[in-house]
């Protein structure tokens, strides 16, 4: 039997090591929209027929939150080196959803002149109310590179396929009207 060298041991227990360390090419996964926290359980208003939101105006309204909500992950969510880190993301979303986030802007100046409301003050609460979720949810920049990676996904065509990290709409007493 032929001895090794301790010089050929050491390189063949390096190559052996070497092989077995090799990064292997993960599995990109699909991406998914199951990204969406639970809507808060607010009960509706007793008179929620005189103020419910039609399905045109929920749809205004949910795409303006999955922007506003979008924007906000892009600027909280920086890196161990303080940059942002979903600047890129977030370009591209506005890049493919331009024509439809115009759209929107006018489609949402209607809903709030029928509604009585203030358009600024509507996007500032989205917004405030999303910048207020990292305290209460570790998974917040986690779960907007998932809505990113499910908004920029080739398959999404339209905002309306995005849901938006949070479901503000209970909380900010935007219910649909009911059915019948």
């Known amino acids: 039997m032929n001895r090794l060298s301790p010089l050929s041991l050491l390189a063949a227990c390096g190559l052996a090591l070497g092989a077995a360390c090799t990064p ?7 991406p998914n929209n199951d990204y969406q926290v639970a809507a808060a359980n607010v009960a509706p208003p007793a008179n929620l027929r005189s103020v419910c939101y ?3 105006d929920l749809t205004a309204f949910r795409v303006r939150m999955v922007q506003q909500q979008l924007v906000v992950g892009a600027l909280q969510c920086k890196g161990p080196d303080g940059k942002a880190f979903l600047d890129d993301e ?27 409301a203030n358009l600024d003050v ?12 990292p305290t209460q949810d570790p998974s917040f920049c986690s779960r ?12 999404v065509t339209t905002l309306t396929q995005v849901p938006a990290p949070y479901d503000l709409g209970p909380e900010m007493r935007v219910f649909p009207c009911p059915k019948g």
């Open 24 to 30: 292997q090419q993960a599995e990109k996964k699909k």
């Open 54 to 56: 039609n399905d045109a």
């Open 90 to 116: 977030y370009a591209a979303f506005v890049k493919k959803f331009t024509p439809e986030l115009s759209s929107n802007a006018a489609e949402l100046k209607s809903l709030v002149s029928r509604k009585k």
């Open 122 to 133: 509507m996007v500032t609460e989205i917004a405030n109310r999303t910048a207020q979720r």
């Open 144 to 155: 907007h590179q998932r809505a990113f990676d499910w908004a920029l996904f080739a398959e």
